[in-house]
């Protein structure tokens, strides 16, 4: 007997379990095609997620494994006219067998390679002006919730860039603090630049309400104003 992986069977055009995303594909760079989101949940949002083992932990790690993962991380630096958010969001659009079978750096590198198509990197000698950084210091303004006060994430499922991983969402949590202001990530990731800042908020939940009783640790989680609900 043969399984199927559900990236595999959504890129064959089979069915898929609605977990990964609808089998559209656009070529839109030379070097590979582009995975079109609609919507759906991406492979890439793994957390929570059962059935791919334990992870793995190196003693003593090193910063890289490989000199070529050196020479990725450096290359990031080049792509300065986008953000941090935009290039996550470039990330995820990777096919969903070839984000499975790539490592953390290949994806960065798949990530580079059509940012620096879009800037112009790649034919002209000209740079377009880097990004500035914003910093999480900003302050956004009189904020809709205070430490100690129940909080719902938002079920917003979104064909953009999010920072919600799916298992937190329609769980409520308790804010423990403000964490800082930072622009949303959805703007910032459809337009390559950032916007006026918001609030973030350090959430509590219990580990039971999201992985069953076995679990008995509190998961907490910096999220956005625009994620967050009252109960």
């Not at 890129?11 to 379990?17: F, N, S």
């Not at 809709?144 to 409520?172: K, M, Q």
Request: charge should be negative; include cysteine; proline fraction near 9%.
């Amino acid at each position: 007997m043969t399984t199927t992986n559900p990236a595999e069977k959504a890129l064959k055009g089979q069915p898929a379990d609605r977990r990964v995303l609808a089998p559209r594909v656009a070529s839109r760079h030379r070097s590979g095609a582009v995975w079109d989101h609609l919507g759906v949940d991406g492979v890439h949002d793994m957390g929570g997620m059962h059935g791919f083992g334990r992870v793995p932990v190196e003693v003593d790690e090193p910063l890289f494994h490989e000199p070529w993962e050196g020479r990725v991380w450096a290359m990031w630096s080049a792509i300065g006219a986008t953000t941090v958010d935009r290039f996550r969001f470039t990330i995820e659009q990777m096919p969903p067998a070839t984000y499975l079978a790539s490592g953390y750096y290949e994806r960065w590198l798949w990530a580079i390679e059509r940012l620096a198509a879009e800037q112009g990197l790649l034919t002209s000698s000209d740079r377009p002006p880097a990004t500035a950084r914003p910093s999480p210091a900003l302050v956004a303004g009189e904020g809709w919730f205070r430490p100690g006060d129940s909080v719902r994430v938002r079920n917003a499922v979104t064909e953009g860039h999010t920072r919600v991983p799916r298992y937190l969402r329609l769980h409520i949590g308790q804010v423990e603090r403000i964490a800082c202001a930072w622009p949303n990530p959805g703007d910032s990731a459809a337009t390559g630049r950032y916007g006026p800042p918001e609030l973030v908020y350090t959430v509590a939940f219990d580990g039971g309400d999201l992985f069953g009783p076995h679990a008995d640790h509190t998961l907490t989680a910096d999220l956005a104003e625009s994620d967050l609900e009252q109960p």
